[in-house]
């Protein structure tokens, strides 16, 4: 038999303890940052990851160069900042997950939260992947020689030519159809890449290797939770940055970078006719600062309730366009030098793809002296770089779970388990990656899975939930409580107009002129490719809608009815002092006249102590 909780008790977050016989456990607590410093790194480890080193050089590289600024730098003021900002603020107020944050908010857009984590366990699949290239080539590092500075190994072709080595021979002129050895290495050794998406072939052990000892190091990143991860980001978040500074300075330095910065910063203004440019600025926006993957609204959870999370937003979204800008610079100085050395336009040095990365970097590496220690040092900050991205990206998806089952998975052990069943099951579901025809797949997952016109529909529902639905200024007024004063008026603007009208017309325009996905500008897809692709994009967008159809059927009442009851917030949520006030004098002008029939009722204290604590 259950003992009845004693009235005056409240835990963290000023609800009645649950007592439990003797016989059961008692469920955990969920935990908070020690310091603002380890929620601070976890965020900035998560949004500055392999997105600034490969993703945004490579999208710049593929529409024009300079001229992916101009829509970028529109997609960071109006969407970029509102949504990191409020998806944070979300988290810290709520104290809650990605999907049951969402259904204490507006119980109607539960799907939004849905919606969320179906993306990000599908990024959990192929982001890993690009770590497990990493880590084979630390594992190939370890030589005097580095195996992609030659042309004398087993998978190179007769068309292998080591450029700066034919440079120092007087008028020689590189012949048409000629590689260099860093890209017959990424194709040739890692890679081994088949002809097509239906020509899977066998797995390449020595990657599913690499992936495996990848997962590991998640694992054990995040299996204590924030207690752990806390601990792991003041590592991981700052060496890359030590790393990155040195090949920018290197890279820079090099015969024919100034071309290459040139490419990099001259805009092609014909290039905004594309809408692609566009639909490439938003979906850099929205991977490289985890916007609509539940991530920040995850880390915000473990906040104390007074955090400034406004201050901690915006210097962190400064923080991580600034890092891409300087990644830009690193990566097309090189990517000069390479055009230097071969003689051809920058434009055609390599071919844009996620391989960009592990081309051009390597290359840089290769001129260093030492190249082989600097290599290790390179290719660890890749694997950091990818790291606490990936592990807050499965921390994500651990808390939305635990957040909606916390009777389950909120006891001894169960945390753990249920973290490795996730790394388990997306272990096995990314080996189709690290097959022969793996690359093409890996494209499939990064062009329509985690990217482009599903982030942009979880958006647009996203701020019209938080401006219309629950109300900005309802919002704001949590938001004060919080942190003390109220932000800006320009951020509630853009969640109530300028967010959603971008988000809504470049998703239009992107359908409008869909272009399909093309391997290396030139591998077309089977019709059967491009319909798994568009199934693995809908797999997230439909839970919005789904979702509230399925609420509206199943509540009682008329159409009006069962809406304005789907549409209102929980009780449960924080009170701010202004309500607490209200209702503080409503309960005591009650108890005035009813003094007669004896105390207050219990739910009388607790709502109008709801989160006092806190504020």
């Known amino acids: 038999m259950e003992s009845k909780p004693p009235a005056d008790i409240a835990n963290g977050h000023n609800q009645a303890l649950d007592v439990y016989p003797k016989n059961r456990e008692k469920i955990e607590d969920r935990g908070q940052w020690n310091n603002k410093l380890e929620f601070v790194l976890s965020v900035a480890g998560e949004i500055i990851g392999l997105g600034n080193v490969w993703r945004f050089p490579y999208l710049c590289y593929r529409n024009g160069g300079g001229a992916f600024f101009i829509p970028y730098l529109i997609f960071l003021f109006t969407c970029g900042i509102p949504v990191f900002f409020l998806e944070t603020a979300l988290g810290q107020y709520t104290s809650e997950g990605g999907v049951t944050s969402w259904r204490k908010i507006s119980p109607l857009f539960e799907g939004i939260g849905y919606a969320t984590q179906v993306i990000v366990a599908l990024l959990n699949f192929y982001y890993i992947i690009v770590l497990a290239w990493g880590i084979f080539y630390l594992s190939n590092s370890f030589t005097w020689e580095l195996p992609w500075a030659s042309c004398n190994n087993t998978w190179n072709t007769g068309s292998c030519v080591e450029f700066q080595k034919r440079n120092e021979t007087y008028n020689w002129t590189a012949p048409a159809n000629t590689t260099s050895p860093i890209i017959e290495f990424w194709e040739k050794r890692v890679l081994r890449i088949s002809s097509g998406i239906d020509h899977i072939g066998i797995l390449h052990w020595d990657l599913a290797l690499c992936l495996l000892l990848a997962w590991v190091m998640c694992y ?22 030590v790393m990155l500074v040195i090949l920018m300075i290197r890279g820079v330095t090099l015969p024919g970078a100034a071309e290459g910065i040139k490419f990099y910063l001259y805009p092609d203004l014909s290039r905004l006719a594309d809408p692609q440019v566009w639909m490439d600025a938003g979906t850099q926006i929205f991977f490289s600062f985890a916007i609509c993957l539940g991530c920040l609204t995850a880390l915000g959870s473990y906040n104390k309730y007074n955090n400034n999370c406004y201050r901690d937003c915006l210097c962190l979204c400064f923080l991580n366009s600034g890092t891409s800008f300087i990644a830009g610079f690193a990566i097309f100085s090189i990517l000069g030098f390479m055009a230097y050395e071969q003689q051809v336009p920058i434009s055609e040095v390599a071919e844009s793809g996620p391989g960009l990365a592990f081309i051009a970097y390597p290359r840089a590496v290769s001129m260093m002296p030492f190249s082989s220690l600097w290599a290790c040092f390179f290719f660890i900050m890749i694997v950091l770089l990818g790291l606490d991205s990936q592990f807050v990206c499965v921390e994500s998806l651990v808390t939305a779970l635990v957040d909606m089952f916390p009777s389950v998975f909120r006891r001894k052990n169960r945390r753990e388990l249920l973290i490795l069943g996730i790394c388990v099951v997306s272990y096995f579901m990314g080996l189709i990656m690290i097959t022969e025809g793996g690359m093409y797949v890996f494209q499939l997952f990064d062009y329509y899975a985690a990217s482009g016109m599903c982030l942009l529909f979880v958006a647009i529902f996203e701020t019209v939930c938080i401006a219309w639905v629950y109300g900005a200024d309802r919002f704001y007024d949590n938001i004060e409580d919080m942190i003390g004063y109220r932000p800006g008026p320009l951020i509630k603007y853009c969640w109530m107009f300028f967010t959603p009208a971008v988000c809504a017309g470049t998703f239009a325009f992107s359908l409008i002129k869909y272009t399909p996905l093309k391997y290396n500008k030139s591998y077309v897809y089977p019709w059967w490719g491009y319909a798994l692709g568009w199934l693995l994009a809908l797999s997230s967008m439909v839970c919005i809608p789904l979702w509230i159809i399925y609420k509206i059927a199943t509540s009682k009442g008329t159409l009006r009815e069962r809406i304005c009851h789907l ?33 207050p009722s219990r739910e009388g204290f607790v709502l109008v102590t709801d989160k006092e604590t806190n504020c």
Not at 574 to 585: C, W
């Open 220 to 241: 054990f990143c995040i299996w204590k939770g924030v207690k752990s991860t806390g601990k792991v980001v003041y590592f991981t978040a700052t060496f890359p940055y």
């Open 567 to 599: 549409i209102k917030p929980s009780e449960d949520l924080p009170k701010t002092k202004k309500e607490q006030e209200k209702l503080l004098a409503i309960f005591s002008s009650d108890n005035s006249l009813h003094q007669q029939d004896g105390d």
